[in-house]
């Protein structure tokens, strides 16, 4: 049996989340043996003050007791919507639930005083949904006719979650507090980095950090990368803009991406095996 400890031994990683999320996912991929590398490939900026959806943002959040559900969508809505709520908000409302897309989305929460408290238990399904479907499938967001849900996220973003609590007759409104910006990366520069650590995987956790890999990566050299992504959706994108070999893990977590490169290398070791 493999050594747990150095699955990933000799494989050589490119890692891309925002800067200031790539720690644990880097931990983990070294400590199975993986060279890891860090570029994030996209910026997140919280919006200025004089920004009108910063402002509309406020105002929603301002009236956060007219709400029954409020939802996080990412660690970096908490950061950037508690900034703005700790400030309207020293005690949270009374019977607001909370809502977290992902375990590093709890987590991050369960840094604030509230709303933590209004946050299911650690272990407890609806204390980290790792997607928008899993979300929808919780009891608390079954019978949500006539309430009212806050989502804060950062600005644009995909819609099905809205949409389908809205089919369910609620009343949803986003509270957007920041932007995704491009990474300051040319694309000679990235390929540069790319060449020089020998890069054999790279981890996209999102469509946005596809597009922005893809706009660096010449047709030619697409085949030259494995890519992990975190969803079928991603992976369809990822196939539409030329990419052919592709992993996909069951979320953006750190567990599943990396549950999903030791399964890939299993398979690869397994099918090598096989040949000679």
């Known amino acids: ?17 925002p800067e200031g999320r790539n720690e644990d996912l880097r931990a983990a991929l070294a400590a199975a043996g993986a060279e890891v590398s860090v570029q994030p490939l996209l910026r997140i900026a919280p919006l200025a003050e004089d920004d009108p959806r910063y402002q509309q943002a406020r105002r929603l959040l301002l009236d956060l007791d007219h709400y029954q559900q409020l939802i996080f969508i990412s ?3 908490v950061a950037c919507g508690m900034a703005v ?6 005690q949270y409302p009374v019977g607001l639930r909370c ?11 369960r840094e604030w005083p509230w709303p933590a408290a209004a946050l299911a238990p650690p272990g407890a399904e609806s204390s980290g949904a790792m997607d928008s479907d899993s979300l929808l499938a919780q009891p608390a967001l079954q019978q949500v006719a006539g309430q009212r849900i806050l989502i804060v996220r950062g600005c644009g973003g995909r819609e099905r979650l809205a949409e389908i609590l809205r089919e369910r007759a609620a009343r949803v409104d986003y509270a957007e507090c920041y932007q995704r910006c491009a990474p300051e990366i040319s694309a000679e520069a990235l390929q540069a980095l790319l060449d020089r650590q020998r890069i054999q995987l790279v981890c996209l956790n999102s469509g946005d950090t596809l597009v922005q890999f893809s706009q660096r990566i010449a047709a030619l050299r697409r ?3 494995t890519l992990v992504v975190p969803s079928v959706r991603v992976e369809q994108q990822a ?3 030329g990419f052919e070999h592709i992993i996909l893990a069951d979320n ?3 567990a599943a ?3 999903a490169i030791k399964n890939w290398q299993r398979e690869k070791h397994v099918g090598s095996t096989k040949r000679e």
């Open 1 to 17: 049996m493999a050594n747990n400890s150095t699955d990933l031994q000799g494989l050589r990683i490119l890692i891309s989340r």
């Open 75 to 77: 660690a970096n809505a």
């Open 85 to 90: 709520i700790d400030g309207l908000w020293p």
């Open 99 to 109: 809502h977290a897309i992902g375990a590093a989305t709890a987590a991050a929460l």
């Open 223 to 225: 085949g030259d990368y």
């Open 239 to 241: 196939r539409e803009a």
């Open 252 to 254: 953006a977590g750190t």
């Open 257 to 259: 991406t990396l549950a």
